[in-house]
């Protein structure tokens, strides 16, 4: 299968969906001119200023206004250039995104999709660095996903689009240039909110997503040289959560892991612990453990940014210690 | 300009006169436990309301502010399912989901109330790019105290740079929640902002429903004509305290009575009684004719049922 990187791929994605529907529009600081990364690279080309839309940075405002554009017909993709800068944006993202169609008794709809980049890596400190998805997993009325590979990225970009409410497409900045199989299937074939399994085993599950789905893997790798059979899925939809493929998996393997970059405490794998031993405490053998990053904001230092981040060496020594705890 | 006609003008006063006994009976309405909710009224603003709608086209939009009865009703909404939303019930606009300072009524284009100060100011820039090319305009009200939001500045300097058709309604009643524009703020004119982001504005007497509908006018022109956004600033005051249910304590006795002294409706009754265009007579049919109308939605409201729990969850996405 032909290979394809990250940015690529999520590029074909919006341009694809821009082709198909004219309603469909870009806007966000830079983005006329490829963003801070490229992502919208060229865009501007093929569908000129009008649907590429450089904004000021003013994010409360163009948060906003791309609500005031989806409730009035149009499906805009809003690019939010730091998770960290989502901050600014929250209001309009959670008190009018989230809730206008609910509060209006379904008069509204509000198509939009709110791309954002994350994740810690180069060094960037604490204020380009943060991983902040549980905060908007929390919110009733956002759907929040989070591919790990290319294809991922082109075929959720698309149904994001789709969609009829708010999407938030997390997109960390170490998948953009990595390489993978080119493999997206057509736009309406993949919902918002299904998990993969990516991975066979029988001995535990690894649920993950994003960047640290690639370090899982690798671990996974690792584990199966030392005589573990590790099952992984990557969880895709934050919001909501595939609780089912989780419990399917767990139901073979009697122990589940959570990884994600996110600072531990509060994170996405507090609320899948919690859905899981109140779904299904019978079939855990161990505790449900949760791998992320430590309670500190991302530091700048190369050394301690390391290992603020769970990497492969960190998800296989937590796997170890809670199987032999285990048995 | 000159002056609306004789029809036009009695349907302005008609309008506020549907408005200032919507409100009164929500207050009685809510003294009286039978509306629940934090609840905003106008009662004194009337006629910048009357005066947004009277110049805008049906397929226009308009976005409000936490205090948006006057600008939904003056809209078109139906006073049914304003008085129903209000009442949480499931006949209202928004299914009693929403409530006084969430309404929406889609059907005229009455976009939505907030209860964030200043929130709607980026949703108007959003929907006039969505429509501008279909020759339509938005506008949106704000109040004086908005003017000190991130929001507003962020909104003018976009606004202006793309040129979008909006209309940026502020009504400034002075005081922004409990404190007056004094204490908020460094300028004395809300739209003394928009100098610096090359925006003309037009500074009216709020209370006079005329001189508003002229600023309108033009406003409204220009944002159809493709020659971007206008503000216009209404000096006007609202009789009643911020919330129903505010003792206004922080407001002096004498500047309420010379603000009462101001009332729009008066004040238009006897410009349209002046003329001979409506007798005394006439004008208290026009009031009992509006307390009728309300009655008819207290009725609808207090009638109608409450959504099931089990609808509660049923929302959440499109």
Same mark, same amino acid.
């Given at each position: 299968?032909?290979?394809?990187?990250?940015?690529?791929?999520?590029?074909?994605?919006?341009?694809?969906?821009?082709?198909d529907?004219?309603?469909?529009?870009?806007?966000?600081?830079?983005?006329?001119?490829?963003?801070?990364?490229?992502?919208?690279?060229?865009?501007?080309?093929?569908f000129?200023?009008?649907?590429?839309?450089?904004?000021?940075?003013?994010?409360?405002?163009?948060?906003?206004?791309?609500?005031?554009?989806? $409730?009035?017909?149009?499906?805009?993709?809003?690019?939010?250039?730091?998770?960290?800068?989502?901050?600014?944006?929250?209001?309009?993202?959670?008190?009018?995104?989230?809730?206008?169609?609910?509060?209006?008794?379904?008069?509204?709809?509000?198509?939009?999709v709110?791309?954002?980049q994350?994740?810690?890596?180069g060094?960037?400190?604490?204020?380009?660095?943060?991983?902040?998805?549980?905060?908007?997993?929390?919110?009733?009325?956002?759907?929040?996903?989070?591919?790990?590979?290319?294809?991922?990225?082109?075929?959720?970009?698309?149904?994001?689009?789709?969609?009829?409410?708010?999407?938030?497409?997390?997109?960390?900045?170490?998948?953009?240039?990595?390489?993978?199989?080119?493999?997206?299937?057509?736009?309406?074939?993949?919902?918002?909110?299904?998990?993969?399994?990516?991975?066979?085993?029988?001995d $535990?599950?690894?649920?993950?997503?994003?960047?640290?789905?690639?370090?899982?893997?690798?671990?996974?790798?690792?584990?199966?040289?030392?005589?573990?059979?590790?099952?992984?899925?990557?969880?895709?939809?934050?919001?909501?959560?595939?609780?089912?493929?989780?419990?399917?998996?767990?139901?073979?393997?009697?122990?589940?892991?959570?990884?994600?970059?996110?600072?531990?405490?509060?994170?996405?794998?507090?609320?899948?612990?919690a859905?899981?031993?109140?779904?299904?405490?019978?079939?855990?053998?161990?505790?449900?453990m949760?791998?992320g990053?430590?309670?500190?904001?991302?530091?700048?230092?190369?050394?301690?940014e390391?290992?603020?981040?769970?990497?492969?060496?960190?998800?296989?020594?937590?796997?170890?210690?809670?199987?032999?705890?285990?048995? | 300009?000159?002056?609306?006609n004789?029809?036009?003008?009695?349907?302005?006063?008609?309008?506020?006169a549907?408005?200032?006994?919507?409100?009164e009976?929500?207050?009685?309405?809510y003294?009286?436990?039978?509306?629940?909710?934090?609840?905003?009224?106008?009662?004194?603003q009337?006629?910048?309301?009357v005066?947004?709608?009277?110049?805008?086209?049906?397929?226009?939009?308009?976005?409000?502010?936490?205090?948006?009865?006057?600008?939904?009703?003056?809209?078109?909404?139906?006073?049914?399912?304003?008085?129903?939303?209000?009442?949480?019930?499931?006949?209202?606009?928004?299914?009693?989901?929403?409530?006084?300072?969430?309404?929406?009524?889609?059907?005229?284009?009455?976009?939505?109330?907030?209860?964030?100060?200043?929130?709607n100011?980026?949703?108007?820039?959003?929907?006039?790019?969505?429509?501008?090319?279909?020759g339509?305009?938005?506008?949106?009200?704000?109040g004086?105290?908005?003017?000190?939001?991130?929001?507003?500045?962020?909104?003018?300097?976009?606004?202006?740079l793309?040129?979008l058709?909006?209309?940026?309604?502020?009504?400034?009643?002075?005081?922004?929640?409990?404190?007056?524009?004094?204490?908020?703020?460094?300028?004395?004119?809300?739209s003394?902002?928009?100098?610096?982001?090359?925006?003309?504005?037009?500074?009216?007497?709020?209370?006079?429903?005329?001189?508003?509908?002229?600023?309108?006018?033009?406003?409204?022109?220009?944002?159809?004509?493709?020659?971007?956004?206008?503000?216009?600033?209404?000096?006007?005051?609202?009789?009643?305290?911020?919330y129903?249910?505010?003792?206004?304590?922080?407001?002096?006795?004498?500047?309420?009575?010379?603000?009462?002294?101001?009332?729009?409706?008066?004040?238009?009754s006897?410009?349209?009684?002046?003329?001979?265009?409506?007798?005394?007579?006439?004008?208290?049919?026009?009031?009992?004719?509006?307390?009728?109308?309300?009655?008819?939605?207290?009725?609808?409201?207090?009638?109608?049922?409450?959504?099931?729990?089990?609808?509660?969850?049923?929302?959440?996405?499109?």
């Open positions: 299968m032909a290979q394809i990187r990250f940015i690529d791929a999520l590029r074909e994605g919006i341009a694809a969906e821009m082709r529907d004219p309603r469909v529009f870009v806007l966000g600081e830079d983005v006329a001119v490829g963003g801070a990364f490229g992502v919208t690279a060229e865009l501007v080309e093929e000129g200023s009008g649907r590429v839309l450089n904004t000021p940075i003013s994010e409360d405002t163009i948060m906003g206004l791309a609500v005031g554009a989806a $409730v009035a017909g149009k499906r805009p993709i809003v690019e939010i250039m730091f998770m960290d800068f989502m901050t600014l944006a929250m209001s309009q993202l959670v008190n009018h995104a989230a809730k206008l169609h609910y509060m209006s008794g379904g008069q509204l709809n509000v198509p939009m709110v791309r954002v994350q994740g810690a890596q060094g960037w400190g604490s204020q380009h660095s943060q991983s902040l998805e549980a905060w908007l997993a929390h919110v009733p009325g956002l759907k929040v996903v989070a591919p790990a590979t290319a294809a991922d990225a082109k075929q959720l970009v698309r149904a994001a689009v789709r969609d009829e409410s708010p999407v938030v497409f997390i997109e960390h900045r170490g998948l953009y240039f990595r390489e993978d199989a080119d493999g997206a299937g057509p736009a309406d074939s993949l919902g918002l909110d299904k998990a993969r399994i990516v991975r066979e085993g029988s $535990v599950t690894l649920v993950s997503y994003s960047r640290a789905l690639v370090e899982t893997l690798a671990a996974a790798d690792v584990l199966a040289g030392r005589g573990v059979s590790a099952e992984v899925v990557d969880l895709r939809s934050l919001a909501p959560i595939d609780l089912d493929t989780i419990l399917t998996s767990v139901e073979k393997t009697n122990r589940l892991a959570v990884v994600h970059e996110a600072v531990v405490q509060g994170g996405l794998g507090a609320e899948i612990a859905q899981v031993q109140e779904a299904a405490f019978d079939l855990l053998d161990a505790p449900i949760r791998i990053a430590p309670y500190a904001p991302p530091p700048a230092s190369p050394v301690l390391a290992a603020f981040v769970p990497n492969m060496d960190v998800i296989v020594a937590a796997v170890e210690r809670m199987l032999g705890a285990a048995t | 300009m000159g002056l609306p004789t029809d036009e003008q009695i349907w302005l006063f008609r309008r506020m549907l408005i200032r006994a919507f409100e009976r929500v207050i009685e309405l003294h009286q436990n039978q509306l629940a909710g934090l609840i905003h009224v106008g009662i004194g009337e006629a910048v309301c005066a947004i709608a009277a110049r805008l086209e049906a397929d226009d939009y308009l976005y409000g502010t936490h205090r948006s009865h006057g600008h939904f009703l003056a809209k078109g909404a139906d006073p049914d399912r304003m008085m129903a939303e209000l009442a949480g019930r499931a006949t209202g606009y928004c299914e009693g989901l929403g409530g006084s300072m969430h309404l929406v009524a889609a059907e005229v284009r009455a976009m939505g109330a907030t209860g964030i100060v200043g929130g100011m980026p949703l108007a820039l959003g929907t006039a790019l969505a429509c501008r090319d279909a339509q305009v938005v506008a949106v009200t704000f004086d105290g908005a003017s000190n939001t991130g929001g507003f500045h962020e909104s003018l300097n976009i606004a202006a793309w040129q058709p909006v209309v940026f309604v502020c009504e400034n009643n002075g005081y922004a929640e409990f404190t007056p524009m004094a204490e908020h703020t460094v300028v004395e004119r809300v003394a902002h928009c100098e610096p982001y090359g925006m003309p504005s037009h500074v009216v007497d709020g209370n006079d429903v005329f001189a508003v509908m002229e600023a309108m006018a033009d406003a409204v022109a220009r944002a159809r004509a493709g020659s971007g956004p206008t503000m216009v600033e209404c000096l006007t005051y609202r009789l009643r305290g911020h129903v249910g505010d003792p206004a304590q922080y407001r002096k006795a004498d500047e309420v009575a010379e603000w009462r002294d101001k009332d729009p409706l008066p004040r238009l006897g410009v349209l009684i002046q003329a001979g265009a409506l007798t005394d007579d006439a004008v208290d049919k026009i009031v009992a004719e509006a307390a009728q109308r309300v009655e008819t939605a207290v009725r609808f409201a207090l009638d109608s049922p409450y959504l099931t729990t089990s609808a509660m969850t049923a929302r959440v996405f499109g």
